[in-house]
């Protein structure tokens, strides 16, 4: 599946990887998770355990991409780089009601 189907089937976990710092200077995504880069190490359990697909993102893509690396060679199934936050939101709106 791609990233957009996921999101159209509306069966999906949102983990944001961001610092807590920029989710009050920047914004955040409502329903998300925040689980900073530096603990998804730490938390690998709490992610692998998630029984839906994972959209991981950050402010650009970049951590996010890294934190799906990683999680990808524990295990995750089925995970996916939801890139840039804002980008992301506008993408979850676009297709709210589509499913």
């Not at 914004?27 to 959209?55: C, F, M, T, Y």
């Not at 524990?74 to 589509?98: M, P, R, S």
Request: aromatic share 6%; hydrophobic share 35%; with cysteine.
């Amino acid at each position: 599946m791609s990233l957009i189907e996921v999101i159209q089937s509306g069966n999906y976990e949102l983990i944001d990887v961001r610092e807590p710092m920029e989710l009050e200077m920047d914004g955040n995504i409502d329903g998300a998770k925040n689980i900073p880069l530096g603990e998804v190490e730490d938390r690998q359990d709490e992610i692998l355990s998630v029984e839906k697909p994972v959209i991981l993102f950050c402010r650009s893509g970049n951590r996010s991409g890294k934190a799906l690396d990683y999680l990808n060679a524990q295990g995750l199934k089925d995970g996916y780089n939801g890139g840039g936050w804002a980008e992301l939101k506008a993408v979850l709106e676009a297709n709210q009601g589509t499913f």
